[in-house]
């Protein structure tokens, strides 16, 4: 079982749709999770950060954490043709200050 | 008032070559670490970096040699360079457990 799972993607939606993200991770000891977001050729740049169950809202975008289901997602409400990118789910372990990224979910946000 | 830099942007080489990508933060972080990002766009932790101790070694070539002589600056140096080696490599620093992690803009490393 891979670390960290999302989504391969593609994911398309119509722009103002809701688009919905979805990553599990498998250390249940694990205790930060981040999206990142990733436009091809730049580096990545974060986006939400969130350490506690339930919903983190900033702007547009809310993290859902639950981690008794170790589950961690991202909705991007009002999508925008700019929403166009990669976005990678991390997890912070408990040990060393590793952060492991999933594969990242490709999203397409059609005009 | 760039937060983490890196040096050369694109780095084309040929095989057996030695290379080195440097890194510096202005951000006041403990931590620094190099990932390499492959052409499936997957990003892999190398190394971490507290107050220049090595704390993340991963399952790395031992070609891959980082250093850092100080908090604010971490340096990769890569011997005997492979084909396989071509990716982009990416610094990245945080403040510490639970802080999330400050990108530079990546060193695109082909080698021919």
């Known amino acids: 079982q891979k670390e960290v799972e999302q989504n391969s993607g593609p994911l398309s939606v119509p722009e103002g749709a809701i688009a919905s993200l979805n990553c599990t991770y498998s250390?249940?000891?694990?205790?930060?999770f981040f999206w990142y977001r990733q436009y091809s050729g730049k580096s990545p740049e974060l986006i939400m950060f969130i350490y506690s169950n339930g919903d983190k809202e900033d702007g547009r975008f809310t993290a859902q954490l639950n981690k008794a289901s170790q589950y961690v997602s991202l909705l991007i409400r009002d999508s925008q043709p700019s929403d166009s990118a990669t976005y990678l789910c991390a997890v912070k372990k408990t040990s060393y200050d590793k952060v492991i990224f999933g594969p990242g979910t490709s999203l397409s946000v059609i005009p | 008032d760039t937060a983490v830099s890196q040096t050369p942007k694109y780095l084309v080489t040929q095989m057996g070559n030695d290379k080195s990508i440097k890194c510096e933060q202005n951000l006041g972080h403990d931590t620094m670490y190099w990932y390499k990002q492959d052409s499936k766009k997957f990003l892999k932790i190398m190394f971490s970096?507290?107050?220049?101790?090595?704390?993340i070694n991963e399952t790395v070539p031992n070609r891959f040699s980082p250093k850092s002589p100080d908090k604010a600056h971490l340096n990769l140096h890569i011997n005997s360079l492979e084909l396989g080696d071509s990716a982009v490599y990416f610094c990245?620093?945080?403040?510490?457990?639970?802080?999330?992690?400050?990108f530079g803009n990546g060193t695109r490393l082909t080698v021919t």
């Open positions: 970096y507290n107050n220049k101790e090595l704390i």
């Open positions: 250390d249940r000891g694990s205790q930060s």
């Open positions: 990245a620093s945080s403040q510490g457990t639970g802080s999330p992690l400050h």
